[in-house]
């Protein structure tokens, strides 16, 4: 699995890069502050799509393919950014970098997934580590790199970077697919949106990632306003993703320990207060103070998302399931996304910090009435395709 790792680490690098640097991009280019939103949004809309299209074909045998032609498309995206000079070429190149993460993380879950055993969670963790590894190491070469060149340098090195990793895949081996194409990607959609305690678990990855389509257009342009300059925001990505790598791999293992409902949907809870305060504090040291909290939070918050999608659905869709919880996640975050920079500009920042924690915490009450939380040990099998009934709406 280490080449998934390297795959992981170096593509949210130069994520995180895009992430930081908007604000960079909004000067040099004279952009919009509400086109911030349409950057950050375009990356979900089109990671949705791959999901919900293309995350079933690991199920079936491509999941090799469907992770090259991810390394490709965000290499692709990233290089993209660097010869960009106007708005609609940006929010083209993010949505192919948003592209190529959607290929790629299905079928990398699936193969932890049906590989792990009884230590899913953790293994979840390790794969939520190297993520979090390049979005927190990215933002500050980003930043260096800007300063030895300019704005476009870092893309240009990312976009290279994240190609060469092509090379990790060589010798990858993914798990078998299912044998004579399996079921019909509707009829898998449909039965896993159907099964309650599968969307209890995705509305927490709806909560999540919504924070972070907030997070996107706001972050750095918020720090700009309360005077941060660029370095330091793009050190404060760092220091707001750093202990989520720490601690990665334990909160992979609390998940399996506790379950993965109540460490899950309990972490995302503690999120909330913070989400909502952020606009109301002018302080950029206290905003930082804050943010580690916050990042530690949804370390736990992660591996046991996934984890608990896995538990719902049946080996033989893991990828679909996986894929279904991204792309729910990616609407999240486009929602947020296209949202959270037009009420940015047209109401400040306390009133759009504050919606989004409401709305955080709407969903989670919602996903808390589907399927109570109980404190237990995670069961090590996923529920067989012929148990999926019982745990429907319709019964």
């Not at 070429?89 to 959607?102: I, Q």
């Not at 044998?179 to 099964?195: A, I, N």
């Not at 793009?234 to 992979?252: D, R, Y």
């Not at 989670?364 to 148990?387: F, G, K, Q």
């Amino acid at each position: 699995m280490r080449g998934l790792y390297i795959v992981a680490a170096v593509t949210m690098a130069g994520v995180s890069s895009v992430f930081v640097l908007l604000a960079e991009l909004e000067h040099a280019y004279d952009l919009p502050t509400a086109g911030l939103g349409w950057i950050a949004g375009s990356a979900f809309v089109a990671a949705l799509i791959t999901q919900l299209t293309l995350a079933r074909y690991a199920d079936r045998g491509h999941g090799a393919l469907l992770l090259r032609g991810g390394v490709v498309a965000a290499a692709a995206g990233l290089l993209w950014f660097a010869a960009a000079t106007q708005l609609w070429e940006f929010v083209l190149a993010r949505a192919l970098l948003g592209a190529g993460v959607g290929m790629i993380i299905p079928p990398a879950r699936r193969a932890i997934v049906l590989t792990a055993g009884d230590k899913q969670g953790e293994r979840l963790g390790v794969f939520y580590a190297a993520y979090i590894a390049g979005f927190a190491f990215g933002p500050p070469i980003a930043g260096a790199l800007t300063a030895i060149g300019d704005v476009r340098l870092p893309f240009f090195v990312f976009g290279i970077l994240v190609a060469l990793t092509l090379l990790s895949l060589r010798d990858l081996e993914m798990p078998e697919g299912v044998d004579g194409g399996g079921t019909p990607s509707k009829r898998v959609l449909r039965r896993l949106v159907g099964t309650r305690k599968v969307v209890a678990a995705l509305l927490v990855i709806v909560s999540f990632r919504y924070s972070i389509g907030v997070f996107e257009p706001l972050w750095a342009t918020y720090l700009d306003e309360l005077g941060a300059s660029t370095f330091f925001i793009t050190l404060s990505l760092t220091g707001f993703a750093l202990p989520m790598l720490i601690i990665a791999k334990q909160a992979g293992r609390l998940s399996d320990r506790l379950g993965p409902r109540v460490t899950s949907v309990g972490a995302a809870a503690l999120t909330v207060p913070l989400m909502a305060s952020y606009g109301f504090v002018s302080s950029v040291p206290i905003i930082m103070l804050m943010a580690l909290p916050h990042g530690i939070m949804e370390a736990i918050q992660s591996p046991g998302t996934q984890a608990a999608v896995a538990d719902a659905a049946p080996h033989e869709d893991a990828a679909a399931a996986q894929g279904l919880g991204e792309a729910a996640g990616s609407a999240a975050a486009a929602i947020g996304a296209l949202t959270a920079a037009p009420m940015f500009s047209w109401l400040g920042s306390g009133p759009t910090w504050l919606t989004a924690g409401l709305v955080m915490l709407s969903l989670l009450v919602v996903s808390t009435l589907l399927d109570r939380p109980v404190l237990r040990r995670r069961p090590a099998p996923a529920v067989p395709s012929a148990e999926l009934a019982e745990l429907t709406f319709l019964e």
